[in-house]
């Protein structure tokens, strides 16, 4: 632990040894992009042109993006309403994530895992692990995700291939959302059988991210910003892209995110890109005229900008938001949602053995999510990918 | 009526082949029964054989399945998906489909023409989609393909025949059926495509998303049989350039 003490005090835009680097130009351009984007600078009629066309470009997109959309938000909703049904018709996915192991050695100051925090930590036994995925799958789910915290001795990337392994003989198709990797090690858990994976950059903007990232691996920005396309060059199908909103500027991470995924599919076309939109709540009793607090109607603008900008994208709706937004968020924008959800380490079979890192909002199970997108006409959709 | 599809020696009557990926899959028996379609297309991917929602429990009976290889991004994947497919009972029809571009999902043609020679190969009735270019046409006749799907244009876009000049050379070189696959959003777009001499139109996006999916369907069954019957008729003499000279521009001839 004594050089992850040291890392306080380092440079966080330096790789250390060991982290595979990558060519730097797709964080070039996106930094270089976020960095000049002025939301203020759009009235009406950017959001009005930007609307008016099939695809937007970067600008476009930052039109969609600023609070001179705000008053546009029916018409993006209408506009992104026609998308989503064009690429992903009715059908909206289903998945669970299970967290095996919230060990961590990172210290992010608005994390529940942060390593400071004094919570039950725990990791599942392969013994856990098959009874919490039978449970899963009993429910009927074909898709799940798998998270852990940062820590390579208490949840390496073999204890994370043998996980993978055993997901992939219930499930078909399995998604990691963990600490990034070299491009070997994708290629490795690929092996095992995941075909996707989630990383989130939190903030773009360098500074905060500094900040807010104390200690611990995650500290390093490009090690973290380029994780997506070493995951694609070690072979997986799909990445996931994500800013928490709230934890900055939401509207310029935002920006920077869309740009992210918007450079990652020229270079790689074949690639299958999503979005998720986790946010830090306003504070209760804060006044509400913060404008960088991401009220729900914000979030629906990133949400509907996201689709307008890459209409083809997936948009995962995670269990932080409630059941009225999640219910009317998919089929317009979102294309994927959970349920049965436990944040806690296990917990779908078992007691959970170590703590949440945050709380949901939405507790409901399979069959009630299963029967509320039946009942808003949309096609509940267990599987959507064939391992070849 | 003698008037059938025929492809590989699979007798249809229906003209209208109707994708499901985009149903609410208790649609889907009252579209295929208000479209008299009888040829279905279905994404192997979405086949949760023995779970929830998987959609070969929703086709029903005495359809022919049409499985996709949605997916693949080349030659090989497609290969083992169409495998696969066959393997849980979609019997030996594949529709290849070898994208790899997520943006405007067009088919690699090159990969499709190496997938379509090693599944008819291996017996399968190969119905490659395509980009709609006479070379590849010609190289997939010659692979063994069992028809062509060039697109319309880009799958979803409901923007109808943009492609309409090149499917016009398919259908006039290729000796195969050539069936208009994506991008059609409208009957009247179906329709013009069977006039033009199209083997059948399959479309999924225009039915899926309509407000009233069976009737649409049925609108769609009804516009594929009168560009077929307009295509079998003969269209009336229609001038294509409209300047007549007013004094002949063979007068001159003295004997």
Redesign the interface.
């Known amino acids: 632990m004594a050089d992850i003490e040291y890392m306080k005090y380092m440079e966080h835009m330096n790789y250390l040894d060991g982290m595979e680097a990558v060519s730097p130009d797709i964080m070039n351009r996106v930094l270089s992009l976020a960095g000049s984007y002025d939301y203020g600078k759009y009235a009406g009629k950017d959001v009005e042109r930007a609307l008016g066309k099939e695809l937007l470009t970067p600008d476009d997109y930052g039109a969609v993006l600023s609070p001179a959309a705000m008053p546009y938000l029916e018409e993006m909703a209408r506009k992104a309403l026609l998308e989503t ?7 909206v996915c289903l998945f669970t994530p299970l967290y095996i192991s919230n060990y961590c050695e990172n210290e992010c100051v608005y994390c529940g895992f942060n390593c400071r925090n004094k919570i039950q930590r725990g990791r599942l036994s392969m013994e856990e692990m098959e009874e919490e995925l039978q449970a899963i799958a009993a429910t ?1 789910l ?1 898709e799940i995700l798998i998270l852990t915290g940062e820590a390579r001795n208490a949840s390496g990337v073999e204890y994370i291939g043998e996980a993978v392994k055993r997901a992939a003989r219930r499930f ?1 198709t399995v998604g990691i959302e963990i600490y990034p990797l070299n491009s070997e090690e994708y290629v490795y858990l690929n092996k095992c059988g995941a075909d996707f994976v989630s990383v989130y950059q939190e903030t773009y903007n360098i500074d905060k991210y500094g900040q807010v990232h104390l200690r611990g691996p995650k500290r390093i920005f490009p090690y973290r910003f380029n994780a997506q396309e070493r995951a694609l060059l070690g072979g997986m199908r799909g990445v996931g892209i994500g800013a928490l909103l709230g934890l900055d500027d939401f509207r310029k991470d935002a920006f920077a995110a869309g740009m992210h995924a918007y450079f990652l ?1 020229q270079k790689y ?5 999503s979005f998720s939109v986790p946010r830090l709540r306003p504070y209760i009793n804060n006044s509400g005229n913060n404008p960088a607090e991401v009220h729900e109607r914000q979030l629906l603008q990133v949400m509907l900008a996201y689709r307008l900008l890459m209409p ?1 994208a997936g948009i995962t709706i995670s269990t932080r938001e409630k059941p009225n937004f999640r219910d009317h968020i998919i089929g317009l924008a979102a294309t994927k949602i959970s349920a049965g959800v436990s944040v806690g380490v296990g917990g779908h079979k078992n007691r959970e053995k170590g703590d949440e890192q945050f709380e949901i909002s939405d507790s409901r199970g399979v069959g009630e999510i ?1 029967e509320m997108i ?1 009942g808003r ?10 391992r ?1 | 009526m003698t008037d059938k599809l025929i492809i590989e020696g699979h007798e249809f009557n229906s003209r209208f082949i109707l994708g499901s ?6 649609l889907v028996k009252a579209v295929i029964e208000q479209g008299e379609a009888e040829m279905v297309t279905l ?6 054989v023995g ?3 998987n959609i070969l429990d929703y086709i029903p009976e005495g359809i022919t399945l049409l499985p996709n290889t949605s ?3 080349n030659a ?2 497609a290969v ?2 169409a495998r ?1 497919a066959r393997e849980v009972g979609c019997g030996s029809f594949v529709k290849v489909e070898v994208i ?4 405007y ?1 067009l088919p690699d043609n090159h990969e499709t023409v190496r997938a379509t020679e090693m599944l008819a190969k291996e017996g399968f009735i190969v119905m490659p989609y395509m980009y709609p270019d006479l070379n590849t046409a010609r190289d997939l006749a010659n692979a063994g393909a069992a028809a062509v799907m060039p697109l319309a244009s880009p799958i ?3 923007k109808g025949l943009s492609t309409r000049d090149f499917i016009k050379i398919l259908i006039d070189e290729i000796d195969l059926p050539v069936i208009v696959d994506a991008g059609i959003g409208r009957p009247s777009q179906a329709c013009e495509a069977m006039e033009m001499g199209a083997a059948a139109v399959m479309c ?2 225009a039915v ?2 309509s407000s009233d999916v069976a009737l649409m369907a049925r609108a769609f069954k009804l516009a594929i049989q009168a560009g077929r019957d307009a295509y079998l008729a003969g269209p009336g003499r229609v001038l294509e350039y409209s300047a007549e000279a007013s004094s002949p521009l063979t007068g001159f001839l003295e004997d």
């Open positions: 049904r064009k690429h992903f018709g009715n059908s009927g074909r078909s599919q076309p074949h690639a299958e890109i083809f299963h039946a006409g949309l096609q509940p959709v267990y599987t959507d990918y064939v070849v | 990926g985009k149903f609410s899959l208790e994404a192997l991917r979405r086949a949760n779970g929830e929602e997916g693949a991004r090989e994947e083992r998906i696969l790899r571009d997520t943006r999902l979803g876009s409901n999924n996006t899926a998303t």
